[in-house]
């Protein structure tokens, strides 16, 4: 009864460091599909399921996702087309002010694309260990932004490893 208290030292073996390093896959990146893009932001996401996440998420629960955000999308883009064009006819005379209705409505189509992506983590990518997020990249050929879906993978906690 004794030595239940006591603590003993361990042998002085070295770990590898590569034990306690957690590699996690590089995100997958998903770009816009559409013909139309309005301030980065393109009309439709492609819905073809990504090699990469196989075994992480079933095909279907990735096409569901992608559907919900490419209605938003769908749903948002002819008015964001009308404004447009009616701020370019009047831009002249405006000093472009009549532009700012575009600005605020592709703003608003981000936050409702964001909130679904949102709901969408809490209620299952986050428990596969997959976190979607919008992010704007700079696009491969030439120096605009565009925004993609970027789907990151969260390094899984290793709780068998001492601190």
């Not at 957690?22 to 309005?38: E, F, L, S, Y």
């Not at 936050?111 to 992506?117: L, M, P, Q, R």
């Amino acid at each position: 009864m004794a030595d239940f208290d006591t603590i003993y030292q361990e042998d002085d073996a070295e770990v590898p460091l590569e034990e306690f390093i957690i590699t996690v896959p590089d995100p997958v990146v998903i770009r816009g599909a559409g013909n139309v893009t309005i301030f980065g932001l393109s009309n439709k996401f492609d819905t073809e399921f990504p090699s990469s996440l196989s075994a992480k998420v079933a095909p279907e629960e990735y096409k569901a996702t992608m559907l919900r955000i490419n209605s938003v999308l769908r749903k948002a883009l002819p008015v964001n087309v009308k404004w447009l064009f009616c701020g370019c006819v009047c831009c002249c005379c405006t000093l472009g002010c009549s532009l700012w209705p575009v600005v605020c409505l592709s703003k608003r189509t981000r936050h409702s694309i964001e909130k679904v992506i949102e709901w969408e983590n809490n209620h299952l990518y986050r428990k596969l260990g997959l976190n979607w997020r919008l992010s704007k990249q700079r696009c491969d050929s030439s120096s605009m932004m565009e925004y993609v879906l970027m789907i990151e993978f969260i390094p899984k906690i290793p709780i068998f490893r001492p601190d």
